[in-house]
């Protein structure tokens, strides 16, 4: 089958959630035999060489600046981009394209070019975007009714375009039920965030006095959750006992917001790295002290695929199947989860691991997306 696979997203390096969620589709997509025609951003400029994929062949396009206009209406989220349009039409002039698979935000408003050719349309999400606006701090008036404005902007979006679609996708049973006011029950599927369990065999060396928390840390449910443990949870105690690595994009820049340097009480902030497997496999724990958002958290499942335990708000680890992380909802509650996890590390690490294989492998996740093209999309 011929595949277009469209997405604003730049998968490759993979250093950030979102990036490995659209690596992964194309990934098994690929492996259950599709040619791949995928458009994708490239924002960090990454040599494609480095990332072929059997099957898949890359086009790039660049999103463009938001104007003052744009920001102001969210017009931006109903208008078609003519470059992409463009690449559209190169595709398929010499092509006969099966399926149209558009992966995440704000792309509803191209189903229709593929319905009108009679191309049925797979529709992924991420996580449930409106609920995710909506949980933005906002302080004051102004900053109130814009947060106000841009969540009706995207419940538009989602009630204009996301029925349209043949099937639309979402990572876990909570987002699902959001999705089920306002589209066809029958067309929403549960894909959850997974990984290449192959990609996660590694040979490491634990350190037992390192934690590491991985994030993009310019996503303010990221950032919150980073302030609220370094103000509330991280003292003197723990900071004897652990080093602290924050790895990911704008970790530096969010603990120097924080706290004015790169490197405070133990806590070392790595920056945007190539591969966070390395970080998360030598760890003894992974901390996730979130306290809003939505989905599954791709975090998680990294620590869960290198058997590397989770210390985690509810929040952090809302969605995810498991009955093996360590929960904290409260301060002293995560301090004390800190100071006593250990001995417990090697054994919820497998536990953790035997979870990840069954629900968030690429394995079992290969078999629900070959069922939902065959049997919802392409019934024979």
């Known amino acids: 089958?011929?595949?277009?696979?469209?997405?604003?997203?730049?998968?490759?390096?993979?250093?950030?959630?979102?990036?490995?969620?659209?690596?992964?589709?194309?990934?098994?997509?690929?492996?259950?035999?599709?040619?791949?025609?995928?458009?994708?951003?490239?924002?960090?400029?990454?040599?494609?060489?480095?990332?072929?994929?059997e099957g898949v062949e890359?086009?790039?396009?660049?999103?463009?600046?938001?104007g003052l206009a744009d920001r102001l209406t969210g017009r931006h989220h109903f208008q078609r981009t003519a470059s992409v349009l463009q690449l559209f039409e190169k595709i398929i002039q010499n092509r006969k394209i099966d399926l149209a698979f558009l992966d995440y935000g704000y792309i509803g408003q191209y189903i229709s070019y593929f319905r009108n050719r009679r191309i049925p349309v797979i529709l992924g999400t991420h996580n449930a975007q409106a609920l995710h606006t909506q949980q933005v701090p906002a302080k004051g008036f102004v900053k109130k009714l814009r947060r106000s404005q841009l969540v009706a902007v995207e419940k538009l979006h989602e009630r204009k375009y996301f029925n349209?679609?043949?099937?639309?996708?979402?990572?876990?049973?909570?987002?699902?039920?959001?999705?089920?006011?306002?589209?066809?029950?029958?067309?929403?599927?549960?894909i959850p965030n997974f990984l290449d369990e192959r990609e996660y065999e590694l040979d490491v060396v634990r350190d037992p006095n390192v934690l590491v928390m991985t994030a993009n840390f310019s996503m303010y449910m990221n950032y919150e959750g980073l302030k609220w443990f370094v103000e509330?949870?991280?003292?003197?105690?723990?900071?004897?006992r652990f080093q602290?690595?924050?790895?990911?994009?704008?970790?530096?820049?969010?603990?120097?917001?924080?706290?004015?340097?790169?490197?405070?009480?133990?806590?070392?902030?790595?920056?945007?790295?190539?591969?966070?497997?390395?970080?998360?496999?030598?760890?003894?724990?992974?901390?996730?002290?979130?306290?809003?958002?939505?989905?599954t958290r791709l975090k998680c499942l990294e620590a869960m695929a290198l058997k590397t335990p989770v210390i985690s708000t509810a929040k952090g680890v809302e969605g995810v199947r498991s009955e093996n992380f360590i929960i904290a909802n409260t301060a002293e509650g995560f301090k004390?989860?800190?100071?006593?996890?250990?001995?417990?590390?090697?054994?919820?690490g497998t536990l953790l691991r035997e979870d990840f294989m069954q629900e968030y492998s690429a394995a079992v996740n290969k078999k629900r997306m070959e069922?939902?093209?065959?049997a919802q999309l392409l019934p024979q």
């Not at 909570?174 to 599927?189: C, E, Q």
């Not at 004390?336 to 919820?348: E, I």
Request: proline share 4%.
């Open 1 to 53: 089958m011929n595949i277009l696979f469209f997405t604003n997203i730049s998968p490759f390096p993979q250093n950030g959630g979102e990036k490995l969620r659209s690596y992964y589709l194309l990934k098994v997509l690929s492996e259950l035999g599709h040619q791949v025609f995928a458009i994708i951003g490239n924002e960090e400029k990454a040599d494609l060489q480095e990332y072929r994929i």
């Open 58 to 66: 890359f086009f790039t396009h660049e999103e463009k600046a938001l």
């Open 164 to 190: 349209q679609a043949a099937a639309v996708l979402v990572v876990s049973e909570v987002d699902k039920a959001y999705h089920r006011s306002f589209i066809d029950p029958s067309k929403l599927f549960v």
């Open 232 to 240: 509330n949870v991280w003292n003197d105690e723990l900071a004897a």
């Open 244 to 295: 602290l690595l924050l790895v990911g994009r704008h970790s530096k820049e969010a603990l120097k917001k924080l706290k004015g340097t790169e490197e405070w009480k133990n806590i070392k902030a790595i920056g945007k790295v190539p591969d966070v497997k390395p970080f998360i496999g030598m760890a003894s724990g992974v901390i996730i002290p979130l306290l809003h958002g939505s989905g």
């Open 336 to 348: 004390n989860a800190l100071l006593t996890f250990n001995g417990k590390g090697q054994h919820l």
């Open 371 to 374: 069922e939902i093209i065959n």
